[in-house]
């Protein structure tokens, strides 16, 4: 979509086989990630594992002061620096559809060994349960990239009403749960959850929201 501006993140780690400099990531030597530091150009940073990653900050002010949108790909620790410095940020956390799945592609992608992956699983597992600080929550299912996008573009351009909301987390219109929602907070329901639904907070249904269990 022509109306939204996706960043470039940084890194330190090694560029793997197909990505491309500047396109991918910027590419950057660990010397190099740590002038930018001190010369204030990162919106946001983080420490993964053994490598650096971040969101140089000057293309991203460019594209606000032309009014455009703009999309993060970014990790929990840089989100919450990004929410921290922009209240009005819609944070979208994108879930794969199991555990196993997400096993499968780390494995299959080749990067990692047995270890690492154990690492990184044990680590989403951690970040999972932190899904109520976001606004939304999407499953990003295998062969349905086009609708996800869909989705996340849709939530973009209904961004005022979500942001003015305050509504703590939410589930996204096209988005179906095959299970049970335990939430403490708030929680807004425009898509589909074929289970129960216990919150703490009060629960907002939208326009294409349904359930098939109970709410308490």
Same mark, same amino acid.
């Given at each position: 979509?022509?109306?939204?501006?996706?960043?470039?993140?940084?890194?330190?780690?090694?560029?793997?086989?197909?990505?491309?400099?500047?396109?991918?990531?910027?590419?950057?030597?660990?010397?190099?990630?740590? $002038?930018? @530091?001190? #010369?204030?150009?990162?919106?946001? !940073?983080?420490?993964?594992?053994? =490598?650096?990653?971040? *969101?140089?900050?000057?293309?991203?002010?460019?594209?606000?002061?032309?009014?455009?949108?703009?999309?993060?790909?970014?990790?929990?620790?840089?989100?919450?620096?990004?929410?921290?410095?922009?209240?009005?940020?819609?944070?979208?956390?994108?879930?794969?559809?199991?555990?196993?799945?997400?096993?499968?592609?780390?494995?299959?992608?080749?990067?990692?060994?047995?270890?690492?992956?154990?690492?990184?699983?044990?680590?989403?597992? $951690?970040? @999972?349960? #932190?899904?109520?600080?976001?606004? !939304?929550?999407?499953?990003?299912? =295998?062969?349905?990239? *086009?609708?996800?996008?869909?989705?996340?573009?849709?939530?973009?351009?209904?961004?005022?009403?979500?942001?003015?909301?305050?509504?703590?987390?939410?589930?996204?219109?096209?988005?179906?749960?095959?299970?049970?929602?335990?939430?403490?907070?708030?929680?807004?329901?425009?898509?589909?959850?074929?289970?129960?639904?216990?919150?703490?907070?009060?629960?907002?249904?939208?326009?294409?929201?349904?359930?098939?269990?109970?709410?308490?």
């Amino acid at each position: 979509n022509p109306e939204f501006k996706l960043s470039v993140s940084a890194t330190t780690r090694a560029p793997r086989e197909g990505e491309v400099d500047g396109e991918s990531y910027f590419f950057l030597t660990k010397e190099k990630f740590s $002038e930018m @530091i001190g #010369q204030g150009g990162f919106l946001e !940073y983080a420490q993964i594992y053994s =490598n650096f990653y971040g *969101t140089p900050k000057g293309p991203v002010m460019k594209y606000l002061e032309e009014g455009s949108d703009v999309i993060l790909e970014i990790e929990m620790q840089g989100a919450r620096q990004v929410k921290e410095m922009y209240p009005e940020a819609v944070l979208i956390f994108v879930l794969p559809p199991s555990l196993e799945e997400l096993r499968n592609r780390l494995t299959t992608r080749g990067t990692e060994t047995e270890e690492q992956v154990n690492e990184r699983l044990s680590t989403s597992l $951690e970040e @999972i349960k #932190q899904v109520k600080d976001y606004n !939304y929550f999407i499953f990003n299912e =295998n062969n349905k990239t *086009t609708e996800s996008a869909k989705i996340i573009e849709d939530i973009i351009k209904q961004k005022d009403e979500n942001s003015a909301g305050g509504l703590h987390n939410a589930l996204a219109a096209g988005t179906t749960i095959k299970g049970n929602i335990i939430t403490e907070t708030d929680f807004r329901l425009d898509g589909k959850v074929e289970g129960d639904i216990s919150c703490n907070g009060k629960i907002v249904i939208g326009p294409k929201g349904s359930g098939t269990g109970n709410i308490v």
